[in-house]
């Protein structure tokens, strides 16, 4: 049985979740990204107070961040809920 071991799991993969993940992947952190894919803000047109995205459309950040993310090679997004947490 393989068990994966990483530094930090983030719970949510929107662009704050992302934003964060992105970070420590620069930081060579090994990182896990827990999401459903239905984001929050998935009406939403425009997104503002975003480095360099002000006014961008929330699914076109998250897409090139998510990009960004897989450079590194240090992340694993996972496509589900997590509904608890044991440590």
């Known amino acids: 049985m ?4 990483f530094d930090t799991i983030i719970i949510g ?6 934003s964060a993940a992105l970070t420590l992947c ?3 952190k090994k990182v ?6 239905n984001p929050c803000n998935y009406n939403v047109a425009q ?6 995205n002000d006014g961008q459309n929330p699914a076109e950040i ?4 998510r990009l960004e ?3 590194y ?7 589900d809920e997590v509904t608890s947490v044991i440590p």
């Not at 393989?2 to 071991?5: A, S, V």
């Not at 993969?13 to 992302?18: R, T, W």
């Not at 090679?73 to 496509?79: D, G, H, I, P, T």
């Open 2 to 5: 393989t068990r994966n071991i």
């Open 13 to 18: 993969g929107s662009i704050a979740g992302l």
């Open 26 to 28: 620069r930081s060579i």
């Open 32 to 37: 896990a990204i827990f999401d459903t894919a």
């Open 47 to 52: 997104s503002y107070n975003f480095a360099t």
């Open 62 to 65: 998250r897409r090139k961040t």
């Open 69 to 71: 993310i897989e450079k």
């Open 73 to 79: 090679n240090s992340a694993e997004f996972f496509l």
